[in-house]
């Protein structure tokens, strides 16, 4: 039999030779998924033995991990916003920095908004913006679209586990298709995928070979979403409606001009604790005197 403190320390070791980041507190979370333990119990319980079904299981995992699987991937969650979304290599994994879009959009909502706001999240994924804003907005009514029906099936998933899935609607559609052509929507929130083609070769080697090409790259530039996505939202957003998108480095001035191509007011750019452009706004002003 192994001891958890003797399987601790192996997995320590194996994820050190792998060099993958963090490898003790990477260790003792698989290690605490696999037995359902909490940290603390971990580290005051190492000379507990551990039977072979665990220790089975606990090998395989230190090994994918090893070889550049992404740690989410494994344990099939992350956290975002305060809450524990299920992920799998069918969706994206969510980012701390996209948590800047949501965090503004709830404060547009609540105080530039009418209390039944109507919002969509375009390319949901794991439905972590439009699960996040319905369940803090809880007058809000949403929908969540996307061209995967995997993903779809996954972000209904996670809207049922934090009870909003009355709240949201799901789609499967490219971009805002679903939607007539006509003013019908509140607000219209994406995190698109962004990342040009030629930068394929500067990924982790866990993002580019296990998370979704699709949620990754826009094309050879990395704009071909929002050159289809600001003309769709402007054309559905009612007068007063805003339009937020996620940005990469260096890309928020092109985008910016495509949402003041589209007539919407641009405002001030949103940064990430990094200092980088992170987060467009455009909004929708009405021409009437």
């Known amino acids: ?43 005051s319980h190492t000379e507990q033995e551990m039977d072979d ?97 995997v993903a779809l099936k996954i972000a209904q998933e996670n809207a049922k586990r934090h009870g909003v899935e009355h709240r949201i609607g799901f789609g499967q559609s490219d971009l805002l298709a679903c939607f007539a052509p006509k003013p019908c929507l509140d607000f219209v929130l994406c995190n698109p995928p962004y990342i040009a083609l030629d930068e394929y070769d500067n990924l982790p080697t866990e993002v580019k070979n296990h998370e979704p090409h699709e949620a990754l790259f826009g094309g050879v530039s990395g704009l071909d979403v929002y050159r289809r996505l600001v003309p769709e939202a402007a054309v559905r957003l009612v007068a007063g409606g805003y339009l937020l998108l996620e940005v990469g480095m260096g890309q928020a001035s092109q985008v910016g001009q495509l949402i003041e191509k589209e007539g919407l007011s641009l405002q001030p750019v949103l940064h990430d604790l990094q200092g980088i452009p992170r987060c467009l706004i455009g909004q929708k002003i009405s021409r009437e005197k």
Not at 13 to 29: F, G, H, M, Q, V
Not at 112 to 134: E, K, M, Q
């Open 53 to 149: 079904a665990s220790w089975d299981r606990l090998r395989r995992m230190i090994q994918r991990r090893a070889n550049g699987e992404p740690l989410q991937y494994l344990t099939g969650e992350q956290e975002f916003f305060g809450l524990a979304f299920k992920v799998t290599p069918a969706v994206l994994i969510p980012r701390p920095e996209t948590e800047i879009l949501v965090e503004q959009a709830i404060d547009l909502i609540r105080n530039h908004a009418p209390s039944n706001a109507r919002f969509v999240d375009v390319g949901t994924g794991s439905g972590c913006i439009a699960v996040s804003v319905a369940h803090h907005i809880p007058s809000s009514v949403g929908w969540a679209v996307d061209f995967s029906a």
């Open 1 to 43: 039999m192994h001891t958890v403190g003797g399987v601790r320390a192996w997995a320590l070791e194996e994820l050190k030779r792998a060099r993958i980041d963090s490898p003790a507190l990477t260790a003792d979370l698989l290690l605490g998924f696999v037995l359902n333990w909490n940290r603390v119990r971990l580290l």
